[in-house]
């Protein structure tokens, strides 16, 4: 058993490791890194392009937003809610 984890040990009966084995049998799949793409990766190169061919670049800055005291924070939640309701 793995120790560093710091996890409690308990006793598993061969069915529950045998339905535990088959459910990881049944999910694995091989990987397939082609089906997975980096859209950072694929912005930050189209930006280098634009800027690469003489194009002016928009960067958008985020908003600041002042901080919530603690004793509004539900108040702001719930009006959060129901803007995007």
Do not use: C, W
Not at 18 to 38: D, W
Not at 51 to 63: S, Y
Not at 67 to 72: E, I, K, M, V
């Amino acid at each position: 058993p793995i120790t560093s984890l710091g996890l409690e040990e308990f006793e598993l009966s061969e069915k529950e490791l045998n339905i535990g084995s088959e459910l990881v049998k049944r999910l694995t799949v091989k990987f397939q890194p082609q089906k997975y793409h980096n859209d950072h990766v694929m912005k930050l190169r189209a930006l280098i392009d634009k800027k690469a061919h003489g194009e002016k670049i928009v960067l958008f800055r985020p908003r600041h937003l002042k901080p919530t005291a603690s004793g509004n924070l539900l108040k702001v939640l719930e009006e959060s809610l129901k803007k995007a309701a």
